[in-house]
């Protein structure tokens, strides 16, 4: 069964740090997302991505936060300045046309 | 503003018992709805959706949920719970055309399945 693989699956990066995390959604979604969960609490909305760039974003996903689908199977969320805040786990979704999506494991990241 | 409310933070219940996870939703228009569980370490796994139709939706692992427009709910049940079924349970409100765009997730029960 096709999924979303997240890479790495623990992060550990030290404050002020630039961080990449990757994502590889199923091949034939258009749709692609990143979420976060910051530990305890829910699952909060980051930003959507869809023929090439940014659909829709939340209030979370500052000028820090940037994606890009570099080619044609890769989805990347790169933070450039890390803060201890950033602390999280980072879930990467797809879907196709008018599907729920499809979530990967999840990358943690720790900023110490 | 979409929101979700899921009152229990922790339920813990016997094996075999059955089970009823609450969740309320607000949104303006015909709600896409959804239940994920996360065990562990683990992703969000979409245990069941309501899109539109009949309101009560079978999704995997023996889990059911009924969507009552009138009461802005959408309960997650099971008739006879496994051990194997705890896990962190999700409801979620999803936005845009296809309930996908994105989504708003409530903020979790956490099961407990005692011997």
């Known amino acids: 069964e096709p999924e979303v693989t997240q890479t790495p699956s623990h992060q550990v990066t030290q404050m002020g740090q630039e961080v990449i995390l990757r994502c590889v959604p199923i091949?034939?979604?258009?749709?692609f997302y990143w979420y976060r969960q910051i530990l305890g609490q829910k699952v909060e909305f980051l930003v959507s991505?869809?023929?090439?760039?940014?659909?829709?974003k939340s209030e979370i996903f500052d000028d820090q936060f940037s994606v890009e689908r570099p080619d044609g199977s890769n989805f990347t969320l790169k933070i450039r300045s890390t803060k201890l805040e950033d602390s999280a786990m980072y879930f990467c979704?797809?879907?196709?046309?008018?599907?729920?999506?499809?979530f990967g494991q999840g990358t943690r990241l720790t900023v110490v | 503003a979409q929101s979700v409310t899921q009152p229990d933070i922790h339920i813990t219940v016997s094996e075999g018992a059955s089970l009823e996870l609450r969740c309320n939703y607000s949104?303006?228009?015909?709600?896409?709805l959804f239940w994920y569980v996360q065990s562990p370490g683990q992703g969000l796994q979409l245990l069941l959706k309501?899109?539109?139709?009949?309101?009560l939706v079978q999704g995997i692992k023996g889990f059911e949920a009924e969507f009552k427009r009138s009461q802005s709910s959408f309960n997650l049940r099971k008739p006879s719970v496994h051990w194997s079924d705890a896990a962190e349970y999700f409801c979620?409100?999803?936005?845009?055309?296809?309930?996908?765009?994105?989504?708003?997730f409530g903020t979790g029960t956490r099961l407990t399945v005692i011997p």
């Open positions: 979704a797809s879907r196709s046309r008018g599907t729920e999506a499809f």
């Open positions: 091949s034939n979604h258009l749709y």
């Open positions: 991505f869809y023929n090439n760039e940014i659909s829709e």
């Open positions: 949104y303006g228009a015909t709600p896409y």
């Open positions: 309501y899109f539109s139709g009949d309101t």
């Open positions: 979620a409100v999803g936005a845009g055309i296809g309930g996908a765009n994105n989504l708003f």
